[in-house]
């Protein structure tokens, strides 16, 4: 089974305490696809400029990804800038320089249009759902935002809401979209919108899985040394995703595994910069810290 | 098995967003005894003064705390007020009125001495080592501590820790007693410093444990409500001493039930202010909200 992203593939540059690098590679439709990529097989819908180095075209292929739908456009490359301090939250931006990819309007290749699982990264809610309506019969649609649309297209994303399967977002987010501050309130008020599922991500304290009145709460892998969170959200997603996709139906027990899945993921994008560690991870090096977080909680 | 618990009685003053109370119950030794005295008996030694209504001592007896430790003072009852807005963390202290509380430097009554369970609920560590060093041979010392005593008393207290098996704090203590703001490298300089396991509160985020190389990182329970927070990690310890007062041993498997049965507790004193629901608790409330935790958190 097979996975479609939509979203960005960007040249960051990072200052964190632990050191700053330039032009490194990103983007959320990167750090899901490579993240995903270690459970099935991922079709990546993106554009770049021409200035993007091949080599990180070669990167993703390695990883099995399918660069078909990664179009060059003439111009430069997505970039972004930003910053963190000790506490590794939200950064702060630097600069955001959109170049080609402030014209995104991504046209589906043929031959992706029916998969079965898609995931529209954090872009305009009106690009997402135009992306959508190219889908022949998804099975599962999950889509991540951020406060920027949620502020400045809430229409369009509420609208776009109810054709998403599973919604990711963070504690700041779901309160923004909802004016609740509680989140057992604002996770209901989101899955009256449309989605059958809402994932609350809380970062360094795990994650939340509200699907009716099924609630799971994921805890937090622990980790001793953080380089660069940058990504962890969208590999987060890649692996919850990922997992979900060599699942024959999605139950409760399967949405808990691909969370956790998801957390461990999101472990390995933090260890290094950009997708130093997450770009090499293996089978084993996954499963192990699987095991390590169900030891971590078990009672 | 029976718990000693070293403390204050308080009559509170709260605001928060869901109310006000003027002149409740609480106190850090009141949470703690009422809470533990669900899985054990429990010796409260505090003091008051004679403005204490009888009918608060009435109520602990009921629930099987020995007061013969509560001494009343001439004078007036410790008082504070505080005030709580929407993210219900730490409150805004309006006034704190030590009253009797001022001079507490307590004479352990001769029948308590031997008690093989301690808690040393948040006072000045001198006191709390005054305290210990009354106690025959105590089999498991805990103690709990405040930002206060950390920035004032660090000397007093560090030499405390030495005697003490289990510390019992929250983020911000943690990263102020050890200077570490990663919780993994706070806990094993707290470990140095002598205790054999110390937990960390994080509140709404749930508590972990850390014990040798050892972690637990337990879950909290998802309040929809939250109506006073007051006594919440004294309601916590008291869950978690009353429950390892009833293990023979205390194995890691023990101690991840206790801190389970700890954030059980901590459920209750939040639904309500003051004691009104922690004092009204039965077993098989215990026992639903633990099993409904196991149920948030399996996978």
Redesign the interface.
């Known amino acids: 089974m097979s996975v479609l992203v939509v979203g960005s593939v960007a040249l960051d540059t990072i200052r964190t305490p632990m050191g700053r690098r330039r032009d490194v590679l990103g983007g959320s439709a990167v750090y899901f696809s490579v993240s995903a990529s270690n459970f099935c097989r991922v079709n990546l819908v993106a554009v770049v400029g021409d200035d993007f180095p091949s080599r990180h075209v070669d990167f993703l292929r390695r990883k099995g990804v399918d660069v078909k739908g990664l179009v060059t456009a003439s111009g430069k490359t997505f970039r972004w800038e930003g910053e963190y301090d000790?506490?590794f939250s939200d950064p702060r931006t630097i600069s955001t320089k959109l170049n080609v990819f402030s014209g995104f309007d991504p046209d589906i290749p043929r031959e992706y249009r029916n998969s079965k699982y898609l995931f529209l990264a954090n872009i305009d809610p009106h690009i997402q759902e135009r992306v959508l309506r190219q889908m022949t019969k998804p099975k599962l649609v999950a889509c991540d935002t951020m406060n920027y649309w949620i502020e400045n297209k809430r229409p369009e994303l509420v609208r776009l809401l109810k054709k998403v399967d599973i919604l990711l977002l963070n504690e700041s987010e779901i309160r923004g979209l909802t004016g609740q501050?509680?989140?057992?309130?604002a996770a209901k008020a989101v899955l009256r919108f449309g989605p059958g599922k809402v994932i609350v991500k809380?970062g360094e304290?795990?994650s939340?899985l509200f699907s009716g009145d099924h609630?799971?709460?994921?805890?937090?892998y622990?980790?001793?040394?953080i380089i660069d969170p940058t990504g962890a959200g969208d590999t987060f997603a890649g692996g919850v995703i990922g997992y979900l996709a060599t699942c024959r139906r999605q139950t409760h027990?399967d949405l808990?595994?691909a969370?956790?899945y998801g957390s461990v993921m999101a472990t390995f994008a933090v260890e290094d910069f950009s997708l130093r560690r997450l770009g090499s991870v293996g089978r084993d090096d996954i499963l192990r810290r699987y095991r390590e977080l169900?030891r971590?909680?078990?009672?």
Chains 1, 2 share one sequence.
């Open positions: 000790w506490n501050t509680n989140l057992i309130k809380k304290h795990g939340l609630i799971f709460s994921a805890p937090a622990l980790m001793e040394s027990a808990r595994k969370i956790v169900k971590l909680t078990y009672f």
